[in-house]
């Protein structure tokens, strides 16, 4: 079965930095993008940023683009996600999502999501 | 920037069908993509080009739209139908961000 793994829950101090990772099954990245999203507790679903190496295409939420950086690992089919200056409000769970790309781009293959809780 | 706006909750009894809608200006022109969360499991999309189901997708789960206007219509709900449902679009352009509605969070009675 085809699916996204995501690293384990992390616990975060306020004003530090976390990285999360992706892994996709097989060449992802010749055909496929990855994005990160998040659910905080009460909240929708957030889009974060997005990654297509295909395309040479880093693109962020104005929210985040200062905070967040997402890098694609070709050699291991893993995209990563690093945040930093973290408080309390980034508290929720982070999906990494695969982008099917087309004439409209959408999330066709998400991870079961990594928690992180930021608590001093 | 661009808002897709979803009603936040609705509340069916089994076996009634839920009809959730998503609005957005000009709708019409982009793909409409619809989404199911169960808080602790990853999401799942449902419906993707307005109206395509993925394979393992029931065919109870039917997308449509009509002018600016996306509907997600559930036929002969069931308790495991309890969850949030997100419309999203993203623009034609590689540039383009996605956008996602504000949620619908269906209740089953």
């Known amino acids: 079965q085809v699916e996204l793994v995501q690293s384990g829950a992390q616990m975060k101090q306020p004003g530090s930095s976390v990285q999360l990772s992706c892994k996709a099954p097989g060449n992802i990245f010749d055909r496929y993008g990855i994005s990160w999203l998040r659910r905080a507790p009460g909240q929708p679903l957030e889009w974060m940023g997005v990654v297509v190496p295909l395309f040479d295409v880093k693109t962020f939420a104005q929210k985040f683009h200062d905070r967040i950086t997402i890098t694609a690992d070709k050699s291991t089919n893993t995209a990563y996600l690093d945040m930093n200056n973290l408080n309390s409000d980034d508290t929720a769970v982070y999906y990494c999502a695969r982008v099917k790309l087309g004439n409209s781009w959408h999330f066709d293959l998400w991870g079961r999501g990594t928690l992180v809780t930021v608590s001093s | 920037s661009y808002v897709l706006t979803q009603s936040l909750s609705m509340s069916v009894a089994p076996g009634e069908t839920a009809r959730i809608s998503c609005g957005g200006s000009n709708l019409q022109s982009y793909s409409v993509y619809w989404y199911q969360h169960v808080p602790g499991q990853a999401p799942l999309l449902l419906i993707y080009y307005d109206q395509y189901r993925p394979s393992a997708i029931p065919e109870r789960f039917s997308g449509s739209k009509s002018g600016d206007t996306a509907t997600l219509t559930i036929d002969a709900v069931e308790v495991g139908d309890e969850a949030d449902y997100y419309c999203?679009?993203?623009?034609?352009?590689?540039?383009?961000?996605?956008?996602f509605g504000g949620g619908t969070h269906l209740t089953v009675l």
């Open positions: 999203q679009m993203w623009g034609p352009s590689s540039t383009a961000l996605p956008v």
